[in-house]
């Protein structure tokens, strides 16, 4: 009885996930416009997108702003978690304090306030406002996803790196980065994904020129979510869906050497 309830509820929590999903994608194949009405299976939709230049644009301005800011807030983020574990203890609890703000703090507040920043330094709005706001809000999180592992590094194996005749800079590249590694992909991908998503902030500081999806998106709500944008959703989530695969079962080869190599060892 125990294990009929245990995976009912299961079933229930992965239905109440997944059914929007799976209906949107469902409507991406609708021949008509209705949301509601099915009139039968068509690619109308998908190929009307490929000759939407609006949705297009916005869809390569967020990829453009999400790459670049994520690559940059990746390498400024390191580098701030290595300077900050190297600090005093009361100087790092201090400090890590100030960098949860940005993450507890919420977005609207966030965009208004660097919308005003930009005002007050004279910079307009668009694509380097959108990349500079971005960046600093996957900051905090690529800190907070690489300070875990400079924890639990052994120090004493960068100083051996040095003792041996490394520079400073080889026993960085040599021994530290591939020790934190996990911890800088992590954050690039956390860094990656709130880019693609974000609406709050990009709303206050992308200026007229440069859309983002989410508020391309936004401003077809005013009237009509054109079913155009199902295709794209239904596009997006099955790149992501086969990347989560790759990466699953590339792990799992990864375990399995790992396994063969420690038995061998025995």
């Known amino acids: 009885m125990s294990k009929w309830l245990s ?17 949107l994608i469902l409507y991406s194949f609708n021949q008509s416009k209705s949301r509601g009405h099915w009139t039968g299976f068509s690619f109308r939709w ?45 100087s790092r609890t201090v400090v890590m304090n100030v960098t949860y703000l940005p993450v507890i703090n919420p977005e609207i507040v966030m965009g208004v306030s660097l919308m005003l920043l930009f005002v007050l330094m004279g910079i307009k ?24 592992k400079l924890r ?5 194996l960068f100083e051996a790196a040095m003792d041996l005749g490394c520079t400073p800079w080889q026993a960085f590249a040599k021994v530290t980065l591939p020790e934190i590694m996990p911890g800088v992909v992590t954050g690039f991908l956390m860094a ?3 880019s693609l998503d974000d609406f709050n ?14 508020i391309l998106i936004y401003s077809m709500t005013r009237k009509r979510v054109s079913p155009e944008i199902n295709a794209l959703s239904a596009i997006i989530f099955i790149v992501v869906l086969l990347i989560l695969i790759l990466v699953n079962i590339n792990d799992a080869r990864l375990e399995k050497e790992q396994r063969k190599k420690e038995d061998a060892l025995r």
């Not at 509820?9 to 799976?22: C, E, K, R, V």
């Not at 990009?202 to 983002?212: A, E, I, L």
């Open 7 to 23: 995976k009912g509820y299961t079933g229930l929590i992965l239905t109440f996930l997944y059914a929007p999903i799976f209906v």
């Open 46 to 90: 998908y190929e009307r997108l490929f000759h939407n230049d609006a949705i297009l644009n916005a869809f390569i301005t967020t990829l453009l702003v999400a790459v670049i800011a994520s690559v940059i807030a990746t390498v400024l983020g390191t580098a701030a978690a290595i300077g900050i574990h190297n600090m005093k203890k009361r």
């Open 125 to 148: 709005f668009g694509l380097l406002t959108l990349v500079l706001a971005h960046i600093t809000f996957n900051l905090p999180y690529v800190i907070l996803s690489v300070m875990p």
């Open 152 to 156: 639990q590094m052994d120090h004493y």
């Open 192 to 194: 990656f994904t709130f």
């Open 201 to 214: 902030i990009s709303y206050f500081v992308s200026g007229d020129k440069f859309q983002t999806l989410p």
